[in-house]
């Protein structure tokens, strides 16, 4: 689902990211968040924030093999 950015704050991208435009940025909401890209910032993808904290999780562990995708099913 996307939606307006307003509904979000707290907007930061990551800090590897530099001064390049080219990068995701995420946003508060409430009980999701809001993800989008510098290059198109007026589209907001909405995730749980339940959701993200599990990818985020992932991110950070640094996971090398296919992710289960078979509960998405």
């Not at 509904?7 to 590897?16: E, G, I, N």
């Not at 907001?44 to 078979?70: G, H, I």
């Amino acid at each position: 689902m996307a939606t307006n950015r307003e509904q979000f704050t707290d907007w930061r991208k990551s800090s590897l990211s530099g001064d390049d435009k080219d990068c995701v940025e995420a946003g508060r909401g409430v009980g999701v968040v809001g993800v989008a890209d510098t290059k198109l910032p007026e589209r907001v993808l909405v995730v749980e924030r339940c959701d993200w904290a599990e990818f985020l999780a992932a991110v950070k562990l640094d996971l090398r093999q296919p992710a289960d995708v078979s509960r998405l099913a």
